[in-house]
C-alpha cells in the first residue's frame, strides 16, 4: 500500500473537520447585555465573571494608610496634614506666595541631610508623579524636614491624579522609608485649592 493511500482517510477525517461548524452556540442564543453587572454579594468567582466582587479583592491588596495615622483639615491654613495630632508625617497646603500667586508647599516630616536635595514621589491609584524636594534645617539646628514648593501647574495636576481614587498612596524620598497614606478628601481638598482657577 503506497503511502499517499494510508494518508488518505486521515485527509479525509480532516476535510470533514474543516467543513464541521467551528460555533457550538445555539441559534436562538442572545448576546449578554452591556449593562450586565456582577453580584457584590458573590464571593469566589474570578473578574470578569463577577467584576464586583474582583474589584474589592484589589482594593482590599492596596496597602494600608500607615500606622492607622489620619488626615486632618485646617481650612484657614488650607492645609492637610497627616499624622499624629501636633506632629503631622506629611502635609499639603496651598498657600499665597508675596507676588498673590498660589503655590503648593508639601512637607515630608523626616530629619534631612543638611543642605539636601531630592525627590518627592508619589505613587497611587494608577499614577505616578514627582516634585523636586529640599532639606530645610530647623532655625535651632535640631531637625528639619523636606519641603517642595510647586506651582498649580501640570506638575500638580500630576500630584493631584495619585490622590482622585480611592487607593492608598505611597509618598517616598529617597533614602527613607515610605509613608503610606489613605487617599481622601482632604488632600484632595488642599489640592483643589490650588488647582482651582481663582482664589
Not at 35 to 43: C, I, Y
Not at 92 to 103: T, V
Request: with cysteine; net charge negative.
Amino acid at each position: 500500500m503506497s503511502r499517499i493511500a494510508k494518508l488518505a482517510p486521515f485527509a479525509v477525517a480532516l476535510a470533514l473537520l474543516a467543513c464541521a461548524k467551528a460555533d457550538p452556540v445555539a441559534d436562538n442564543a442572545v448576546a449578554p447585555s452591556d449593562e450586565l453587572v456582577g453580584d457584590a454579594s458573590a464571593t469566589g468567582l474570578a473578574a470578569p465573571a463577577n467584576s464586583a466582587a474582583a474589584e474589592a479583592a484589589g482594593q482590599a491588596a492596596l496597602p494600608p494608610g500607615t500606622g492607622g495615622l489620619t488626615w486632618a483639615y485646617r481650612a484657614a491654613d488650607r492645609l492637610a496634614l497627616f499624622g499624629p495630632p501636633g506632629t503631622p508625617a506629611f502635609s499639603i497646603q496651598c498657600q499665597m506666595q508675596r507676588e498673590g500667586r498660589k503655590a503648593l508647599l508639601f512637607i515630608r516630616s523626616v530629619p534631612p541631610s543638611a543642605g539636601g536635595k531630592g525627590t518627592l514621589s508619589f505613587t497611587g491609584n494608577g499614577q505616578v508623579a514627582s516634585v523636586p524636594i529640599s532639606a530645610v534645617a530647623n532655625p535651632t539646628g535640631v531637625g528639619g524636614d523636606w519641603r517642595a514648593v510647586v506651582a498649580p501647574d501640570e506638575i500638580a495636576r500630576d500630584v493631584a491624579e495619585t490622590f482622585a481614587g480611592p487607593g492608598a498612596v505611597t509618598v517616598s524620598v529617597g533614602g527613607y522609608p515610605p509613608l503610606v497614606v489613605p487617599s481622601s478628601a482632604e488632600p484632595r481638598r488642599a489640592l483643589a485649592e490650588c488647582l482651582a482657577a481663582d482664589g
